[in-house]
């Protein structure tokens, strides 16, 4: 059996789908059971998810001033 | 993702002011990439010759990928293109451990969980990412996470990029950023779980 523990470090494994057959079917009866680690791993997902949708802050990017080194001939 | 293809369709077009937007919104994002790639000297430089490129090739840019993903490409691609001539200057030696489970305290001596995960409010991205407060918290917590965390995350999650892409462009192997990758999530979780629960950042 998977300790919480243990679970919380595959975590990342898996919700991107990076594990073998026979950690996979521990998983899937661990998270069957644990309601705890169920909420744990999607949480961790939907932290991948807002991460993917984040940008940058571009508040002090000026792209005027780049574009207009980009159309400037080079030396 | 539909904001982006009206951004490229008008830029198909010939509308310059899209051509802004695109660099307001992911300049900061190519720079950040290009930092532990070339030092900070140069991450300008490297995003400087990402967009010039870009502007050339964008025609040919099928949206197959994510716009992020495919000028995070051609950024790696400058960025080797300049440590070429010998002008790197970082040094990622360090780079790649493991500092261990940031939420080791909330399990007891079995391994079950001591302190449990707490319900969140706001259980979609897009229910989390309406409020303000917090994508500003999001960015300053990524600015926080150890550098190496930090720049597995940016080329995974906000760039889109594959393990096998990122090993190579950090010298690192695939074991490594699975574990940087994970560590990093995890310490964004606690970060989102906070806010969460407390309400601020
Ligand atoms: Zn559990």
């Known amino acids: 059996m998977l300790t919480c523990r243990e679970m919380s470090e595959l975590g990342s494994d898996i919700i991107d789908g990076q594990l073998g057959l026979r950690t996979r079917l521990a998983v899937f009866m661990h998270m069957h059971k644990c309601s705890r680690c169920s909420l744990y791993i999607e949480q961790l997902k939907v932290t991948s998810e807002v991460l993917q949708q984040t940008s940058l802050n571009g508040q002090s990017v000026d792209p005027q001033a780049i574009l207009e080194k980009l159309n400037k001939p080079r030396e | ?201």
């Open chain 2, 1 to 201: 993702m539909d904001e982006e293809q009206g951004l490229l369709k008008r830029l198909r077009e010939g509308d310059t002011s899209a051509f802004e937007a695109i660099i307001k919104q992911h300049h900061a994002f190519l720079v950040a990439m290009a930092v532990p790639l070339v030092g900070p000297q140069l991450a300008d430089d490297v995003a400087q010759e990402t967009w010039l490129k870009a502007m050339a090739a964008i025609n040919g840019f099928e949206g197959r990928s994510k716009l992020r993903t495919w000028l995070a490409r051609i950024a790696i691609n400058e960025a080797h293109a300049l440590t070429r001539k010998g002008k790197r200057e970082v040094s990622l030696d360090s780079w790649g451990s493991d500092p261990g489970s940031p939420i080791a305290s909330r399990f007891n001596e079995q391994g079950a969980w001591d302190v449990l995960p707490a319900q969140w409010h706001h259980d979609t991205p897009e229910e989390l990412l309406s409020q303000e407060e917090l994508q500003e918290c999001i960015r300053k917590h990524l600015h926080k996470l150890p550098d190496d965390q930090q720049s597995v995350v940016i080329m995974r999650e906000l760039a889109g990029l594959d393990y096998a892409e990122i090993a190579q462009a950090l010298g690192l192997l695939e074991g490594n950023i699975r574990v940087l990758l994970h560590r990093g999530r995890q310490r964004m979780h606690a970060m989102l779980n906070h806010f969460e629960e407390v309400g601020t950042c």
